[in-house]
Each structure stands twice: as C-alpha cells, then as structure tokens.
C-alpha cells in the first residue's frame, strides 16, 4: 500500500524531489503570504473597539498555529524516527525547530504589541 512513498526515505531521492519543488512552492508561498498580509492589515475593517489595533491579530492568531503546527509536526517527525529509524525523519525534527522558534517569537511580540494599546501593558497575565 505504501510502496510509492518507500523510496523517498532515502535522503537523495527526497532531496532531487525538493529541488524540483522548491521554486514552485516558494513563488505560492511568497504570494499567499503577501496577499495575506496586504489583505489582513490594510483592508480588513478595524474593531469598534479596538481600533486598528485588532488588525495585528492578523499575524498573531495564524503565527501562534503555526508554531504549535510546526511544534506538533517535529514530535511526529521525531516519534517517526525513533520508532522506525528513519534518519530524514530526524534531519526534518531537527530542521523544523527554529522554524517554530521563529513562529513562536512571531507570536510572543504581535501579543505583546496588541497588549500595549488594549490593557496598557506589553505583557498581562490574567491569573484567575
């Protein structure tokens, strides 16, 4: 059933695939998030409330499920490796975690700068 994937665990057969690929997925990503980004600051209404700062949750929502993606991803990809020994598998962990850091401090700043002008701190923690 899964014989078409067995041959892409070899880390140069994946690596002549991810040549070819990359350009292609590099140009969408590219647009989607500029497109994205345009659309969600500059287009999309301010709050009646809030203001134009609700626009920063724009970045904020989708950066914060990225990084926990990103995150759940590597723990897939690690699990995976250390099940069946896989070493991409190990090489796709390891390469994934700045990749999350990144979204996780993506997520962390557009938090604190939209908690600035909405509670008047950089930084709240509502203990209840």
Known sequence: MWKWLHPYAKPESTYQLCCKLLPWFSVLALLCLSIGTVWGLAF????????????????????????????????????????????????????????????????LLTGAVWGKPMWGAWWVWMLA
């Open 44 to 107: 999309a209404p301010s709050d009646y409330q809030q203001g134009n700062s609700f626009r920063i949750i724009y970045i904020h929502v989708p950066s914060a499920i990225w990084s926990m993606g990103v995150y759940m991803s590597m723990a897939i990809a690690a699990f995976i490796g250390l099940v069946w020994q896989l070493k991409l598998s190990n090489m796709a962990a390891l390469a994934m975690a700045p990749i999350g850091a990144v979204y996780t401090f993506i997520a």
